[in-house]
């Protein structure tokens, strides 16, 4: 059983928008704070969104503020990030990660956004 599998992925013009989606199943979802990364060819990954356990204390990476929208569905077991208005720059693979303090943490096996100019 794979702990995180995101979806949502695809190929969309600058200026459109995707929904990604991660579904959890096999650990305590509801007790996790989750995370969006991204990595991008020859980069590093890159925390993009983060939200507490509760749905709060959201936080963005300066690149996407104002764009990106991360939100969970503590009933489902899920994570979402909503991305608006895409840039060049957002083609990345994509990566959900579940984090709790002394406990082990999950990744997700990626999803690739490639937006095209």
């Known amino acids: 059983q794979v702990p995180l599998v995101e979806s949502g992925g695809g190929l969309v013009q600058v200026g459109g928008s995707l929904r990604l989606s991660c579904a959890a199943s096999g650990f305590p979802f509801l007790s996790y704070a989750m995370r969006w990364y991204r990595q991008a060819p020859g980069k590093e990954r890159e925390l993009v969104a983060s939200?507490?356990?509760?749905?709060?204390?959201?936080n963005y990476a300066d690149s996407v503020k104002g764009r990106f929208i991360i939100s969970r569905n503590n009933t489902e077991n899920m994570l979402y990030l909503q991305m608006n208005s895409l840039k060049p720059e957002d083609t990345a693979v994509y990566y959900c990660?579940?984090?709790?303090?002394?406990?082990?943490?999950?990744w997700g096996q990626g999803t690739q956004v490639t937006v095209s100019s």
């Open positions: 939200i507490a356990t509760w749905g709060g204390n959201i």
């Open positions: 990660k579940g984090t709790r303090w002394s406990s082990p943490e999950y």
